[in-house]
């Protein structure tokens, strides 16, 4: 792997039709227009269009999503290359890291920083107004992403890999607690939520839908009948094979390779991953073609973003319980097709 280009210093946040220091007009230096940003898959990057006096891209940047700005004139990478590739954007005391797209450049030299991340990504990341950040660019960008189907019609982002519903989308009501620990991964543990099961509708929508209300019943029973600050497990897979993030945090740690502590399994609460499969599955093997690719998907993507293999074991592995089920049977062949 060769380094193209990084810079270590102070951080600063821009973006979004908050950011007061913006002009209303302003654009942005790595994008003529919207037009640019959407051929390059980052359509997702802006918020619908802004009426007057609101009009620049620049304020139309989602402050959620996770981009930044850097003095590219002192990187002597091309503007074109710089447009469609992501970097590394890591929290130089702690270590975590998410990856991030450019899309403009700044800050200037006499403002003592080196970068500007949107909020979200600042956040994510745990950082503030000049604590310090590493951006890197290495030549690994442009094949990141190609194991998975969408790669050559969709940029890679912080979250490449299957489809994954935020807690935001999904409409998860906030902890109880500002933010989990989080710990370098070891393993993965599966289970199954034993709900009723049903088959996968037929209506993509649909699907959804009922996905999203299966997360928000989950975490309610979590944290009203169990007593815990938030969802148990980091991950949801409905019949139909909808991946919903559980636990906050859970995705922004996973980019980092890291596991945001949890409440599914003990024993493996602080760097084991817990992925549901949506479903009763204790007296029959019911999980759908559908779950499984994703669930396959979902596997192989942590694993490549902890950088190394991970152990995978169903929830009775760690204590006396029915769960998964019978999708403990089927372990082994999980091992063999993400390790494959």
Same mark, same amino acid.
């Given at each position: ?17 908050? +950011? ?42 989602? &402050? ?22 992501? *970097?590394? %954007? ?39 107004? +000049? ?40 409409? *998860? ?12 991964? $070891? ?14 509708? =037929?209506?993509?929508? *649909? ?5 999203? /209300?299966? =997360?928000?019943? %989950? ?34 740690? =996973?980019?980092?390779?890291? $596991?945001?502590?949890?409440?599914? =399994?003990?024993? /493996? ?42 152990? %995978?074991? &169903? ?6 319980? +029915?769960?998964?089920?019978? %999708?403990?049977?089927?372990?082994? +062949? ?7």
């Amino acid at each position: 792997m060769q380094i193209l280009f990084r810079v270590q210093g102070k951080i600063s946040t821009f973006g979004g039709p908050k +950011d007061t220091g913006m002009k209303p007009t302003e654009g942005l230096a790595l994008f003529s227009g919207q037009q640019d940003m959407e051929n390059l898959g980052l359509g997702d990057f802006l918020l619908p269009p802004a009426q007057s006096p609101f009009p620049g891209l620049g304020r139309r940047l989602d &402050p959620k999503k996770p981009y930044f700005a850097c003095r590219w004139w002192q990187s002597g990478l091309s503007r074109d290359f710089l447009r469609s590739t992501w *970097a590394w %954007i890591e929290n130089s005391q702690s270590g975590a890291r998410m990856r991030a797209r450019p899309v403009d450049s700044g800050p200037a030299e006499s403002t003592g920083r080196v970068a500007d991340l949107s909020p979200g990504l600042a956040a994510a990341l745990r950082l503030k107004t +000049d604590d310090v950040c590493t951006v890197t660019i290495d030549d690994s960008t442009s094949e990141f992403g190609s194991d998975f189907s969408h790669a050559a019609t969709s940029a890679p982002t912080a979250f490449s890999g299957p489809k994954v519903y935020t807690t935001a989308e999904w409409g *998860a009501v906030p902890a109880m607690v500002s933010f989990f620990p989080e710990k370098p991964a $070891v393993g993965i543990v599966i289970h199954n939520t034993e709900y009723p099961n049903r088959p996968p509708f =037929a209506d993509p929508e *649909a699907e959804k839908a009922a996905a999203f /209300a299966n =997360a928000r019943t %989950i975490q309610l029973d979590h944290m009203n009948n169990r007593g815990w600050s938030d969802t148990g497990q980091h991950f949801t897979i409905s019949q139909g094979g909808i991946i919903t993030e559980g636990r906050h945090g859970t995705l922004a740690a =996973a980019t980092a390779g890291h $596991v945001v502590r949890g409440a599914h =399994a003990p024993g /493996a609460n602080d760097d084991w991953w817990g992925i549901e499969i949506a479903g009763n599955h204790v007296a029959q093997y019911l999980v759908t073609d559908q779950q499984w690719a994703s669930l396959v998907a979902l596997c192989k993507w942590l694993t490549r973003l902890a950088g190394h293999a991970l152990q %995978i074991e &169903p929830h009775d592995y760690f204590v006396p319980t +029915d769960c998964p089920g019978k %999708i403990a049977d089927h372990i082994d +062949d999980l091992r063999a097709q993400v390790g494959g």
